[in-house]
């Protein structure tokens, strides 16, 4: 079991999965500790639907042949702002830069960016998926609880040996996932989070990120 910190900076967006399963018994624990992640006025937003097997099968399958038919659905909230102004869109410029370079997709392939997108469908070969949700009636102080209870699982995988992705991808099918996970109307699909092993030979997961200097984003007050 790894500290804090060495989770937090070994943690990374796995890409490419084994497809060893991840024990029932991790996930509960995992879970149920999560459930100590802060929320204002201790409201814990979070719903989940852990999906795995066969089910997981019938859910990538259900996808594939939705896309292959050309179904098309529309996200119930935007995933990025319209505008996404600078240095937000250069970040997202470079980490997409950055991955496609990994794998020796260039840009005016455009076709095989395609494909590898469509892999977000596949969980990246995920054995397991975690679908989070939250009710419609709560406002963006509640998903920011959202973020940080998931934080909290993607670290506590880590610390145990597991790897994980969050998934926004997911939300861009938002009735057909629903359906699948049988949502109550009140609420709204946020997002999946891909579990599993990296898998260390593909080169996608050689791929680390940067972040800015802290005096970037980090001003001192009389400290």
């Given at each position: 079991?790894?500290?804090?910190?060495?989770?937090?900076?070994?943690?990374?967006?796995?890409?490419?999965?084994?497809?060893?399963?991840?024990?029932g018994d991790v996930i509960r624990r995992v879970l149920q500790a999560a459930a100590h992640a802060p929320s204002g006025g201790n409201l814990q937003p979070w719903h989940l639907d852990v999906v795995?097997?066969?089910?997981?099968?019938?859910l990538k399958a259900l996808l594939r042949e939705r896309i292959a038919s050309g179904v098309r659905e529309a996200t119930e909230y935007d995933i990025y702002p319209p505008?996404?102004?600078?240095?937000?869109?250069?970040?997202?410029?470079?980490?997409?830069?950055?991955?496609?370079?990994?794998?020796?997709?260039?840009?005016?392939d455009k076709l095989a960016r395609l494909g590898w997108f469509m892999?977000?469908?596949?969980?990246?070969?995920?054995?397991?998926?975690?679908?989070?949700?939250?009710?419609?009636?709560?406002?963006?102080?509640?998903?920011?609880?959202?973020?940080?209870?998931?934080q909290t699982v993607m670290l506590l995988l880590r610390a145990q040996?597991?790897?994980?992705?969050?998934?926004?991808?997911?939300?861009?099918?938002?009735?057909?996932?629903?359906?699948f996970l049988g949502l109550p109307d009140e609420r709204m699909l946020f997002c999946g989070m891909a579990v599993g092993q990296a898998n260390p030979d593909h080169p996608v997961n050689a791929l680390r990120?940067?972040?800015a200097p802290l005096e970037e984003f980090v001003r001192f007050h009389d400290a």
């Open positions: 079991m790894m500290n804090v910190h060495d989770a937090v900076a070994s943690r990374r967006s796995v890409r490419d999965f084994l497809p060893t399963p991840v024990p795995a097997g066969d089910r997981l099968a019938q505008q996404l102004p600078s240095p937000y869109r250069d970040r997202r410029y470079e980490l997409g830069e950055a991955m496609y370079a990994r794998l020796g997709i260039p840009r005016e892999r977000n469908y596949e969980a990246f070969g995920a054995p397991l998926v975690i679908f989070c949700s939250v009710h419609r009636r709560l406002g963006p102080p509640q998903w920011s609880d959202l973020g940080m209870f998931l040996g597991w790897d994980s992705c969050a998934q926004e991808s997911w939300s861009t099918f938002p009735r057909t996932v629903g359906e990120s940067s972040r």
